[in-house]
């Protein structure tokens, strides 16, 4: 009792499934190992073994690099000035720490490192981190036209004059909108004044930038929608904020835009990680969530994965047999209800064209440990990318993940797996996706015995040269929905995409039907749940998406290019 009594008083919180873990054991015994991802320690064996660095392994399994080394996210059961001094390791590089969040992104090339971050008492996990997706020029957008501003700017004489948008993506001036008289610096925050974008009008004189970016392969997106801001909108003022390199920074930033001594007036953002909790707000949702609850309007683009998911109650394969085998003995997979009455049923069919990437998100109905210390999930899964759809496919997959989660009554972990895999056979090639239950209750969840075990698969921004078996078209009829993060979040507006050249404005017969129609990558929605509240209690609520759409494939200075070839119609000046 005296050891709980110091434990609770410093801040801290015991790790429940740690040392019993059959997980960590395959691949360490070090002490504090268990607060390591397992998926880590495979990537450092896996390292090892190949003679290579840390980098490379990561790089083909969708794990964030940077420069030779790989990004972590850990989070912590406390975090000050004197704990942040600890992590300061040699060789280890923090790229943002969040008192507040708990949570610091860093860089390591070492692999010895993941070990003496663990042996730090207040050090409660390591995580790989997956990273983003963006939901992706003197010239004049087609969105001034095409939403039909006008009407409201001419019945209320609206220009934007008392308006301020903040702006949340990548970056903002440090690739294609600098040129040699733009200032400050790439990735410094300040007054932006001289950027190309500026030079031409089409972005105001001065633009705020709150926290920028200059990190290898920014892309300036948030100029691209400053630009169509402007356009519309011309006399409000702009600010910027990165949302990179973490969530917790991401987080970090929709607060600052909110709040004094920026104060925008409306937020918009095109950005989500792909780590975010589809059953309960993670802390981005809830940064945006209060922000809403202050007053500010905002918007956050839905996604671009289209119906290239799938929703599920969890079905067993095999209901007589639950073991906790690893590699998996094919006992425990999902029944894909493919009606084989095999393990076949147990596999989802991806058919990848030569080069392309896989990017597999599993989630299921428990929450985050990283969000709710203490309570995350009751429910282990695991996510396989197999050659075959057989045993032997398990044990000699293509990729894995397989981090550590809890049992009933003995929570741990955040209910997430992330897979990748990329075709690099120079032809077609099929693979096969299994979800293994390794641990828990595999009928109703331990925090509600009404709730059944639920599961959701998103094939994250699919080639349109790929397809997955029982997705046979675009239409709602297949697939699930793949809406999730914080476009679910109380009071923000998810926004789908419609083509331009589709609506009223244009020609809102284009293909494929009449009626002005939604992109084909638009992310699927429709009623979803939030499960869990930021304490994981069993909390449900229901939430609709998306809200509303707006236009793309619309021009900006430096943006150019599109998926649709249009022949130079309604006077594109692209031609495309």
Same mark, same amino acid.
């Given at each position: 009792c005296g050891l709980l009594a110091i434990v609770f008083s410093m801040g801290l919180s015991l790790q429940p499934v740690e040392a019993a873990?059959?997980?960590?054991?395959?691949? #360490? !015994? &070090?002490?504090?190992?268990? !607060?390591?991802?397992?998926?880590?320690?495979?990537?450092? !064996? !896996?390292?090892? #073994?190949?003679?290579t660095t840390l980098s490379a392994v990561a790089r083909n399994a969708a794990v964030s690099t940077a420069g030779a080394g790989i990004v972590l996210d850990i989070v912590m059961n406390r975090l000050d000035p004197v704990v942040l001094q600890k992590l300061k390791l040699p060789g280890i590089v923090i790229r943002y720490a969040s008192e507040k969040y708990k949570r610091v992104s860093a860089v390591i090339t070492n692999p010895a490192l993941l070990y003496q971050l663990a042996n730090i008492a207040e050090v409660r996990s390591i995580q790989p981190e997956y990273g983003t997706v963006t939901r992706v020029g003197a010239v004049t957008s087609r969105a001034d036209v095409a939403l039909k501003p006008d009407i409201a700017k001419a019945a209320f004489g609206l220009d934007?004059?008392?308006?301020?948008?903040?702006?949340?993506?990548?970056?903002?001036?440090?690739?294609?909108?600098?040129?040699?008289?733009?200032? /400050?610096?790439?990735?410094?925050?300040?007054?932006?004044?001289?950027?190309?974008?500026?030079?031409s009008s089409d972005l105001p004189a001065t633009v705020e930038l709150v926290r920028a970016?200059?990190?290898?392969?920014?892309?300036?997106?948030?100029?691209?929608?400053?630009e169509l801001v402007h356009d519309?909108? /011309? &006399? &409000?003022?702009?600010?910027?904020? @990165?949302?990179?390199?973490?969530?917790?920074?991401?987080?970090?930033?929709?607060?600052?835009?909110?709040? %004094?001594? +920026?104060?925008?007036?409306?937020? +918009?953002?095109?950005?989500?990680?792909?780590?975010?909790?589809?059953?309960?707000?993670?802390?981005?949702?809830?940064?945006a969530a209060a922000c809403v609850a202050s007053g500010v309007p905002f918007y956050s683009a839905h996604g671009n994965d289209a119906n290239n998911g799938f929703r599920q109650n969890f079905l067993d394969i095999n209901a007589a047999i639950d073991d906790q085998a690893g590699p998996p003995t094919g006992n425990d997979l999902h029944n894909w209800g493919w009606g084989a009455g095999t393990i076949r049923d147990g596999f989802i069919a991806v058919t990848l064209a030569a080069g392309d990437q896989l990017l597999v998100n599993l989630q299921w109905n428990q929450p985050?440990?990283?969000?709710?210390?203490?309570?995350?999930?009751?429910?282990?899964?695991?996510?396989?990318?197999?050659?075959?759809?057989?045993?032997a496919g398990l044990q000699t997959p293509l990729a894995k993940s397989i981090a550590t989660q809890g049992t009933t009554g003995a929570p741990a972990g955040d209910a997430f797996e992330f897979a990748s895999h990329t075709n690099n056979t120079g032809m077609t090639q099929t693979v096969y996706v299994a979800v293994d239950h390794f641990a828990g209750s595999q009928t109703t969840i331990p925090q509600n015995a009404a709730t059944p075990v639920e599961l959701r698969l998103i094939f994250m921004s699919l080639p349109s040269t790929s397809s997955v078996q029982g997705i046979t078209d675009g239409s709602s009829a297949f697939g699930g929905p793949t809406a999730f993060g914080h476009t679910m979040a109380a009071g923000v507006s998810a926004v789908s995409a419609v083509p331009w050249f589709d609506t009223?404005?244009?020609? /809102?017969?284009?293909? /494929?039907?009449?009626? @002005?129609?939604?992109?084909?990558?638009?992310?699927?929605?429709?009623?979803?749940?939030?499960?869990?509240?930021?304490?994981?209690?069993? %909390?449900?609520?229901?939430?609709?998406?998306p809200d509303i759409s707006a236009v793309d494939d619309n021009n900006t200075r430096f943006f150019g290019g599109s998926d649709i070839n249009l022949g130079g119609a309604f006077g594109e000046p692209d031609g495309f």
């Amino acid at each position: 009792c005296g050891l709980l009594a110091i434990v609770f008083s410093m801040g801290l919180s015991l790790q429940p499934v740690e040392a019993a873990s059959t997980k960590v054991a395959q691949y #360490s !015994k &070090a002490p504090n190992a268990a !607060k390591i991802s397992v998926n880590l320690l495979a990537m450092e !064996k !896996k390292a090892a #073994s190949q003679h290579t660095t840390l980098s490379a392994v990561a790089r083909n399994a969708a794990v964030s690099t940077a420069g030779a080394g790989i990004v972590l996210d850990i989070v912590m059961n406390r975090l000050d000035p004197v704990v942040l001094q600890k992590l300061k390791l040699p060789g280890i590089v923090i790229r943002y720490a969040s008192e507040k969040y708990k949570r610091v992104s860093a860089v390591i090339t070492n692999p010895a490192l993941l070990y003496q971050l663990a042996n730090i008492a207040e050090v409660r996990s390591i995580q790989p981190e997956y990273g983003t997706v963006t939901r992706v020029g003197a010239v004049t957008s087609r969105a001034d036209v095409a939403l039909k501003p006008d009407i409201a700017k001419a019945a209320f004489g609206l220009d934007g004059t008392g308006q301020k948008i903040g702006i949340l993506s990548d970056s903002f001036a440090c690739n294609g909108n600098r040129d040699f008289n733009t200032l /400050p610096a790439a990735g410094v925050a300040g007054t932006l004044t001289g950027s190309p974008s500026q030079d031409s009008s089409d972005l105001p004189a001065t633009v705020e930038l709150v926290r920028a970016d200059a990190s290898a392969g920014c892309t300036d997106e948030g100029a691209g929608m400053a630009e169509l801001v402007h356009d519309i909108a /011309p &006399a &409000a003022a702009i600010a910027f904020a @990165t949302a990179n390199p973490s969530q917790a920074a991401f987080a970090t930033a929709i607060t600052a835009l909110c709040s %004094a001594p +920026v104060n925008a007036t409306v937020v +918009v953002d095109d950005i989500s990680y792909f780590a975010e909790p589809m059953y309960q707000d993670g802390i981005i949702a809830q940064a945006a969530a209060a922000c809403v609850a202050s007053g500010v309007p905002f918007y956050s683009a839905h996604g671009n994965d289209a119906n290239n998911g799938f929703r599920q109650n969890f079905l067993d394969i095999n209901a007589a047999i639950d073991d906790q085998a690893g590699p998996p003995t094919g006992n425990d997979l999902h029944n894909w209800g493919w009606g084989a009455g095999t393990i076949r049923d147990g596999f989802i069919a991806v058919t990848l064209a030569a080069g392309d990437q896989l990017l597999v998100n599993l989630q299921w109905n428990q929450p985050f440990d990283s969000v709710s210390a203490g309570a995350g999930s009751q429910i282990d899964m695991d996510l396989y990318i197999a050659p075959t759809p057989d045993v032997a496919g398990l044990q000699t997959p293509l990729a894995k993940s397989i981090a550590t989660q809890g049992t009933t009554g003995a929570p741990a972990g955040d209910a997430f797996e992330f897979a990748s895999h990329t075709n690099n056979t120079g032809m077609t090639q099929t693979v096969y996706v299994a979800v293994d239950h390794f641990a828990g209750s595999q009928t109703t969840i331990p925090q509600n015995a009404a709730t059944p075990v639920e599961l959701r698969l998103i094939f994250m921004s699919l080639p349109s040269t790929s397809s997955v078996q029982g997705i046979t078209d675009g239409s709602s009829a297949f697939g699930g929905p793949t809406a999730f993060g914080h476009t679910m979040a109380a009071g923000v507006s998810a926004v789908s995409a419609v083509p331009w050249f589709d609506t009223a404005a244009f020609d /809102p017969t284009y293909l /494929p039907t009449a009626s @002005t129609d939604p992109e084909r990558f638009s992310s699927r929605g429709g009623a979803l749940t939030i499960q869990f509240d930021n304490t994981g209690a069993y %909390a449900p609520r229901s939430s609709f998406e998306p809200d509303i759409s707006a236009v793309d494939d619309n021009n900006t200075r430096f943006f150019g290019g599109s998926d649709i070839n249009l022949g130079g119609a309604f006077g594109e000046p692209d031609g495309f």
